[in-house]
């Protein structure tokens, strides 16, 4: 249950070991905190402050395995963290994290080498590398490097793999009851689109419903409630113009000394992200303005030039679903993942994006374990993702010839449509604009391509004139509330 990366990449495992899989996603693939993130695989050179060396070294084991399988969706990046006089963590302490963060690093594929390389500048190299940074006070810099990634269209591809290697993947597909009879579990799925109702029988639940894991695991325990397991805190970003900024940043928060990006993508920048206890219902959440004005003040800071004045042209939040730790702050939390067996339902708490492979090759393996099942051995750390998919859309161009062009790097394509509704199971206009594209950067954009992309879909899915209207409406009533949310933030 649940079509966020963790689910995919167990339906993904499991599907290519020989095991038959049915996955129920209640609305999109990664439509929730998946497609919400930083867009970062990285080791979380932060966490080094906590101790979480097993972390590190495993995520950045897991990044060097997404940069050889995955490049299309993932690709090395180079970081800058400036220091300023009085402000931030020392550059000694600085320095001697990246050393350990390299030295971590060790081992891994040939992509993933270089990223090994660190380097201290002084001011004036600095400002030569990043002509935007703010040079009073500046100490000078600290580099090394990460990866970025495209955190839906990765989790698509691999749904899309799951899909080929025969799991069932089910989108807009809710879970409306779920039993446990004579050690066979029982589901009721309602369609949310066709509004049809099915059923469906297995001897494993695996929970990877993310912040509604807890909701999943109530429904299912039996003979009462289970406490609580996740901790929701929200992640909010905005994207400004990128006003020439030329390389990904680390920075620290002067209110508060956390750390936050500045990272550019393409002629926009992602700002992000902030870390707060929120209950609100994952379904609900919202960024609010305080969040958006703390991120653009906290930019200034470092970055002055591309901040000032700038209203930004997307504003998301998303929850994470942390697992419940000692931490009295929300950044202090643990980023660790636990898998929690209730006898044949396995919940997914915590986690990063980063590892979401090796995470599910440990519930797949404890998937076989309960099935009393021999499984094949996991491939996923050497099986490409989505090799063909390039390929395909290319096949499709043949006869899908029309493209529109939104902004310079952000256009779609009627062959994109038709492979996005063919085979990535995209099914609202929603799907193709936000998590399928890269027109999610930007609010003009997308209501600029809202037209077109609906005429291809409804070329491909039959829609009517008011389904298309709807699917319209659908798009463009949250980027109102997010422009008056970004509104509210500049007043």
Same mark, same amino acid.
């Given at each position: 249950?649940?079509?966020?990366?963790?689910?995919?990449?167990?339906?993904?495992?499991?599907?290519?070991?020989?095991?038959?899989?049915?996955?129920?996603?209640?609305?999109?693939?990664?439509?929730?905190?998946?497609?919400?993130?930083?867009?970062?695989?990285?080791?979380?050179?932060?966490?080094?402050?906590?101790?979480?060396?097993?972390?590190?070294?495993?995520?950045?084991?897991?990044?060097?395995?997404?940069?050889?399988?995955?490049? #299309?969706?993932?690709?090395?990046?180079?970081?800058?963290?400036?220091?300023?006089?009085?402000?931030?963590?020392?550059?000694?302490?600085?320095?001697?994290?990246?050393?350990?963060?390299?030295?971590?690093?060790?081992?891994?594929?040939? /992509?993933?080498?270089?990223?090994?390389?660190?380097?201290?500048?002084?001011?004036?190299?600095?400002?030569?590398?990043?002509?935007?940074?703010?040079?009073?006070?500046?100490?000078?810099?600290?580099?090394?490097?990460?990866?970025?990634?495209?955190?839906?269209?990765?989790?698509?591809?691999?749904?899309?793999?799951?899909?080929?290697?025969?799991?069932?993947?089910?989108?807009?597909?809710?879970?409306?009851?779920?039993?446990?009879?004579?050690?066979?579990?029982?589901?009721?799925?309602?369609?949310?689109?066709?509004?049809?109702?099915?059923?469906?029988?297995?001897?494993?639940?695996?929970?990877?419903?993310?912040?509604?894991?807890?909701?999943? #695991?109530?429904?299912?325990?039996?003979?009462?409630?289970?406490?609580? /397991?996740?901790?929701?805190?929200?992640?909010?970003?905005?994207?400004?113009?990128?006003?020439?900024?030329?390389?990904?940043?680390?920075?620290?928060?002067?209110?508060?000394?956390?750390?936050?990006?500045?990272?550019?993508?393409?002629?926009?920048?992602?700002?992000?992200?902030?870390?707060?206890?929120?209950?609100?219902?994952?379904?609900?959440?919202?960024?609010?303005?305080?969040?958006?004005?703390?991120?653009?003040?906290? +930019?200034?800071?470092?970055?002055?030039?591309?901040?000032?004045?700038?209203?930004?042209?997307?504003?998301?939040?998303?929850?994470?679903?942390?697992?419940?730790?000692?931490?009295?702050?929300?950044?202090?939390?643990?980023?660790?993942? #636990?898998?929690?067996?209730?006898?044949?339902?396995?919940?997914?708490?915590?986690?990063?994006?980063?590892?979401?492979?090796?995470?599910?090759?440990?519930?797949?393996?404890?998937?076989?374990?309960?099935?009393?099942?021999?499984?094949?051995?996991?491939?996923?750390? +050497?099986?490409?993702?989505?090799?063909?998919?390039?390929?395909?859309?290319?096949?499709?161009?043949?006869?899908?010839?029309?493209?529109?062009?939104?902004?310079?790097?952000?256009?779609?394509?009627?062959?994109?449509?038709?492979?996005?509704?063919?085979?990535?199971?995209?099914?609202?206009?929603?799907?193709?604009?936000?998590?399928?594209?890269?027109?999610?950067?930007?609010?003009?954009?997308?209501?600029?391509?809202?037209?077109?992309?609906?005429?291809?879909?409804?070329?491909?899915?039959?829609?009517?004139?008011?389904?298309?209207?709807?699917?319209?409406?659908?798009?463009?009533?949250?980027?109102?509330?997010?422009?008056?949310?970004?509104?509210?933030?500049?007043?």
């Amino acid at each position: 249950m649940g079509g966020g990366i963790h689910g995919v990449a167990v339906a993904r495992d499991a599907a290519l070991r020989g095991l038959y899989v049915l996955l129920a996603e209640a609305g999109d693939l990664a439509s929730g905190t998946s497609s919400r993130t930083s867009k970062l695989v990285h080791g979380g050179i932060r966490y080094l402050e906590n101790g979480q060396f097993s972390l590190v070294r495993e995520s950045l084991r897991e990044r060097a395995i997404l940069l050889e399988t995955a490049p #299309r969706f993932v690709r090395p990046i180079p970081f800058l963290i400036p220091h300023y006089r009085g402000s931030g963590r020392s550059p000694f302490i600085v320095e001697v994290g990246i050393r350990l963060y390299a030295t971590l690093a060790r081992g891994g594929s040939a /992509a993933a080498r270089p990223l090994r390389e660190h380097h201290h500048l002084t001011p004036d190299e600095a400002i030569a590398r990043e002509p935007g940074l703010d040079p009073k006070d500046l100490l000078g810099a600290s580099t090394y490097w990460d990866a970025q990634m495209e955190d839906a269209r990765l989790c698509v591809a691999i749904a899309t793999d799951a899909a080929r290697a025969g799991a069932d993947i089910r989108t807009y597909t809710r879970v409306t009851k779920l039993s446990n009879v004579d050690g066979t579990w029982r589901a009721r799925l309602r369609d949310q689109i066709e509004e049809s109702v099915s059923e469906a029988t297995a001897r494993v639940v695996v929970n990877a419903a993310g912040p509604w894991a807890d909701e999943v #695991r109530g429904m299912a325990a039996e003979p009462g409630p289970l406490p609580p /397991a996740v901790r929701t805190t929200r992640g909010t970003h905005v994207v400004v113009p990128a006003r020439g900024l030329r390389q990904a940043h680390l920075l620290s928060a002067r209110r508060d000394g956390r750390v936050f990006f500045a990272v550019p993508w393409g002629e926009h920048a992602l700002l992000g992200t902030t870390d707060v206890d929120d209950a609100t219902a994952p379904e609900r959440i919202a960024p609010p303005a305080e969040d958006i004005r703390y991120l653009l003040e906290e +930019t200034r800071h470092a970055l002055p030039e591309l901040v000032e004045g700038v209203r930004p042209v997307r504003a998301f939040a998303g929850l994470r679903s942390l697992l419940r730790g000692k931490g009295v702050v929300p950044w202090a939390n643990p980023r660790e993942h #636990r898998i929690l067996a209730d006898g044949t339902l396995i919940t997914l708490v915590g986690g990063k994006y980063t590892t979401h492979r090796s995470l599910a090759e440990r519930v797949t393996d404890l998937v076989a374990e309960r099935l009393e099942k021999r499984a094949g051995p996991c491939r996923t750390a +050497t099986t490409p993702v989505a090799p063909d998919r390039e390929r395909s859309v290319e096949e499709l161009r043949s006869t899908r010839r029309e493209r529109f062009t939104a902004q310079p790097g952000l256009s779609v394509g009627e062959a994109d449509v038709a492979f996005a509704v063919r085979e990535e199971k995209a099914r609202r206009l929603e799907d193709v604009l936000l998590r399928r594209t890269r027109l999610w950067l930007d609010a003009r954009a997308i209501r600029a391509a809202a037209e077109p992309v609906a005429r291809w879909m409804t070329a491909e899915l039959e829609w009517s004139e008011s389904r298309r209207q709807e699917e319209i409406r659908r798009v463009v009533e949250p980027l109102e509330d997010e422009e008056r949310r970004i509104e509210e933030a500049m007043r």
